[in-house]
């Protein structure tokens, strides 16, 4: 059984900067892509960041773009959304996913094998 643990999430006043991290428990050996999902109230879950399994690729939606980087260190287990430069509309609760593929996580999300139980994300104006 694979479990995603986040933490990180919080009050962030509007140009302030949050780090959200997502670990990996359970038995497996499995190198997973990663990636995390917001969704605000109202809307639909939608796709923010992606990295392989290697790490040395990460997908990005243009909404985030520039101000969000994901990354992992595969010796540590976590991986990483550092956002800066936060906005009001960033505001959501922020999932954490993992697949064996990173194309489910960048254009299939339906078919993900794993989320997290979400963490909070509020950027006041």
């Known amino acids: 059984q694979v479990q995603l643990v986040e933490s990180g999430g919080g009050l962030v006043q509007a140009g302030g900067a949050l780090r959200l991290s997502c670990t990996v428990a359970g038995r497996t050996t499995t190198t997973y892509a990663m990636g995390w999902f917001r969704q605000a109230p109202g809307k639909d879950r939608e796709f923010v960041a992606g990295i392989s399994p290697s790490g040395n690729n990460t997908y990005y939606s243009d909404s985030v773009r520039d101000r969000f980087t994901i990354s992992r260190d595969n010796t540590k287990n976590p991986v990483y959304l550092q956002m800066n430069s936060l906005k009001p509309e960033d505001t959501a609760v922020y999932y954490c996913?993992?697949?064996?593929?990173?194309?489910?996580?960048?254009?299939?999300?339906?078919?993900?094998?794993?989320w997290g139980q979400g963490t909070q994300v509020t950027v006041s104006s």
């Open positions: 996913a993992a697949a064996e593929r990173v194309h489910t996580i960048v254009v299939n999300s339906r078919r993900v094998e794993y």
